[in-house]
């Protein structure tokens, strides 16, 4: 289960927003990093999103400290970072809140199950399943002879010593 994850925007906060409305959730101003704000649809899960300004990076702390936000100002606009989220929205809400704001915005086939790619701010893709969709991926994933007819058999996971 992920509970929650971090993600860098140009406008962390107006992206913050559009992720609450498709989440139909709240923004709050996420105070151990300023400028950051966090994303609660209060679900079942203790679900989350935290978006930081774009260049803010999460580092090792040193000895015992927590992680440390650093800032890099020399940053690529793209990564390879992605999450599928479930979401309370339709398509037709998803297609008309990317349209709005000139995301990118396409139905795509998994093989197994379907998903919106959903492209915040052109740069950070989020697959978007409704409800429907997020049946259909926990049918697929839940049953491991299925998974194995996509993605061949599973590797061994090597005995620690």
């Known amino acids: 289960m992920i509970h929650h994850l971090s993600i860098a925007a140009h406008n962390p906060l107006h992206v913050a927003q559009v992720l609450a409305e498709v989440w139909q959730g709240q923004v709050f101003t996420f105070l151990p990093h300023p400028g950051g704000y966090l994303v609660v649809p209060h679900d079942q899960y203790g679900s989350g999103i935290e978006v930081y300004p ?77 409800p429907e969709m997020a049946a259909q991926y926990l049918e697929f994933t839940q049953q491991p002879q299925l998974v194995e007819q996509v993605f061949g058999a599973p590797i061994a996971i090597p005995c620690a010593v």
């Open 54 to 130: 774009l260049g803010n990076q999460l580092a090792p702390g040193h000895a015992q400290e927590p992680a440390q936000l650093v800032h890099q100002p020399d940053i690529h606009d793209l990564v390879a970072t992605h999450a599928a989220i479930s979401v309370p929205a339709s398509e037709a809400q998803i297609r008309q809140i990317g349209e709005r704001e000139g995301w990118r915005v396409i139905l795509c086939d998994r093989t197994a199950f379907k998903v919106i790619e959903f492209w915040l701010e052109n740069r950070l893709m989020l697959e978007l399943l409704t």
